[in-house]
């Protein structure tokens, strides 16, 4: 396990589509379900183009903790999901983004 200098950890939480960054937010430390949960509403109800097409958007996410365990959330937000796979960061557009 690599060791990293003592220091504030900052977690980064970031929307997008195929052309637009959505939104995005910093926590200090580590993000907790419930601030996940509450980025993806704040995302739905700022943009009202996913507001009003909900059902046929479809949300992609990486395998973390956070995305897996808010499916039933999801289940009642009628939202589609998918998951790229385990280790692969080169799927996902927010790495190409973000340059991690």
Known sequence: MPKYP???KISLLAAMTNSD??????FEGRV???DFGCFDIEIIKNNP???????KIAWCFDNA???TDFILGNLLLK????????????LSPLENVFGL
């Open 6 to 8: 003592k220091g504030q």
């Open 32 to 34: 907790k379900i419930q």
């Open 49 to 55: 183009k996913i507001k009003a097409n909900i059902a």
């Open 65 to 67: 903790v956070i995305h």
């Open 79 to 90: 939202i589609r999901i998918f998951y790229s796979p385990p280790h692969a960061p080169f």
């Open 21 to 26: 960054l959505l939104g995005f937010i910093l």
